[in-house]
């Protein structure tokens, strides 16, 4: 097997230039939410597509009703070797409050902070800063050796930040062409600047509104108070319901599919020394709220929960109306872990709240969505590789962990494509994705690039 | 003595041009809960200073820390007849959701409805269209006679539906101007549109409005669900809390002064023959909601209460944010009777919410307002005259009721000026007040003029 010294080395030397290309890009406005900026995002997709070219790719806009999709196939060094996708996306969020940033978020730069390089700048952590890691690991293999250890598809979005309309279509239409033994996934962090991380668990959400109708107006509350139904009681006993007193979710068969994580994960969940302490101080808060005798990791990575997202009802302006109120509403969450069924839960809540109502009053029920949770297998060969590829590249191992938010492009792989993924990322808690001064540090990029290298790499050689 | 038939024909000749007096003061945009709108409350006041003027009154607007007031005087026709204080308020509710009116709230108008006449708009109901039916009698005493019946002080207030907080200052700083020998409150009800009614009890209120806090700003759902403070929980766990399933108040001495009422008062009204279909059928309910085991007049009238008037918290726009909210509040009052104590209810309330709080989360309390209910004796002579003065002018005889709001003025006279009250006025159940669609009976305005005008001549005859 050839060494993998050299490409690494070329990585090394080429760091400069790379920051220079990942700059071109993220000069590029893709703002997907905002229409505005449609010219930018086929601009964005452009740039990665001739990029792609200019190491062998054979590279391709492709249009959706909404943003491009990019696609780009390479040949592997041998047919023996397994066919990986690479997914990322190229679009980013939006930047208001433009006046909370320190520079203009479209000008990167290299400062530093906290004694490290960063690489400042909209999109340098979510996600173009991701997935330029891996075309320049890519690009080291192609310079050094005129060819790549694997075949590699790669599939870059740009409506990730706009809730990925044209994705599941496409994914449907190009089945075969984007099919392959298994995905990667560049959208995720590390555990901390030192200690790599791959995700494999990912939590799923079914969302709900529900409006409690009583009268059919707004009433005087002295006149008709004690009397008549009052909507914001029904819906507060609706969701002081929904948790017992251990922090149970109450509703019926919710923990059917629920399992107790394998005791070695407890045990490398432990060693990783969270505490409520450290995940709530820098929030306010100090006593974990949700289910009682368990971690704060297994809480936040491994196990359902309901959340009340928003609520209202009746007079909440300034000073006081003595008013019961026709209806009230209550945006409800429910985040799902393994084998939950998204619709079953679904309509465990729908029961339980029309258990609730009073003969004279009615509920209403608006649907937001649902997916079910991800649980990667551990025993998948490439998890191996991937940890070892990691663990030899950073200062300490890598960890699995889990992720409490959804990606849903996780799912989508596995239900159409029929694909695995693998979720390795280098993005760090504190690159304020999504907020005003994101950033990416500079090890991220260049330690980053060097982990896929790595990677495809120890793919092939597993073979 | 005089004959009053003089006076009730100019009251019927004079009633278009009454309706148009009362349109200028509705359309008049006095809503006292809302800043924005304190120019319009003074214009309010200012409006009905120079009606009084008009019709021979010394009034004049007194300005307090919030809403002026409008006080004046007139002398009696002797000085044997008795000295009466009238109370009104010009202000008015808040019109939200504004795009559930008919018309626009503040352009009133006379329609049809139910075959019978109404004026529609802020105000026509509450309070404004009864303060002006006692207007409307003085000024066709004075145009008839050149006087009137007995010595006759008004104080309009322009803060009712804000909690009043003006009103006792400016009554212990006037003792001596206001003090009379009772006062003729008309901001109540008729049983019926042909029986009409004296309130001899009334509930009192105390109004709390909570902020539940959790952690120091919006978490993602996600990432935190699970393991952080939703403070829409808490909050629902406290109000879901404050009944038990008999539907009584579950705070600590609660119901300390509450006593059954006497059995000839319930036999009263029972012989109301009302009804929970009747009562709360038009509203579109059929099942009374508080205490189990007590008739629908009960609750209202004779029960105390905790309802919740508003609750708000976390994300209720269009569509769906997994957020977990950093704050919740909600607007919660309380409706007192006979000896309850406003302090010890808001305190044991306070207790109650602190109980509830984590350790890590802290609640923050405003007050709106605190009043004891009020039982009013049944022995007054003026009550005499006020139950025949009715009976005379409309088509069923008076009744004596009670009533499930609260008017603090009326206690606030019993204490400040050692003055009882005669609850008389002309409301209907169905006017909406403080909903959309506000109207009072064209009848109402018409004969609640006449009906003062007989009350005024009773009590001066009385001597």
Known sequence: MPA??????RIDAGLDASVERLFSLLRIKSISTDKAYSAECRKAAQFLVEDLKSIGFEASIRDTPGHPMVVAHHSGETDAAPHVLFYGHYDVQPVDPLELWDADPFDPAIKELNGRKVLTGRGTSDDKGQLMTFVEACRAFKAERGSLPCKVTILFEGEEESGSPSLKPFLEANKDELKADF?????TGMWDHETPAISTGLRGLVGEEITV?????DLHSGHFGG??????????????GLHDETGRVTLDGFYDGVEEIPSNIRQSWNELGMTAEKFLGPIG????????????????????TAEVNGITGGYSGQGFKTVIAAQ??????????????????????????RSKMPADCRVEFHEHGGSPGIQLSYDSPFLGVA???????????????????????????????????????????DDRIHSPN????????????????????GIADAQ
Chains 1, 2 share one sequence.
């Open 4 to 9: 993998l010294d050299p490409v690494l080395s």
């Open 328 to 353: 009230a509403s209550a945006k409800i969450s429910f985040r799902l872990v393994q084998k939950q069924d998204p619709e079953k839960i679904r309509a465990a809540f729908r029961d339980y709240v």
């Open 213 to 217: 109708h009583a009268a059919d107006r």
């Open 227 to 240: 009397a008549a139904a009052n909507p914001i009681h029904i819906l507060s006993k609706v969701l002081a």
């Open 438 to 457: 994101e950033k990416y540090e500079l090890a991220s990029f260049h330690k980053g690039a060097r982990s896929w290298a790595r990677i495809l790499q």
């Open 285 to 304: 808060l100090s006593e974990p709220a949700g289910e009682k005798n368990r971690s704060l990791l297994e809480l936040i990575w491994a196990r359902p």
């Open 183 to 187: 995905a990667l996934v560049c959208d």
């Open 387 to 429: 940890k070892q590829a990691l663990s030899d590249e950073w200062p300490k191992p890598a960890v699995m962990i889990a992720m409490g938010g959804s990606i849903p492009i996780v799912g989508d792989f596995q239900k159409l494509l029929g694909m695995e993924s693998l979720l390795v990322g280098f993005g760090l808690e």
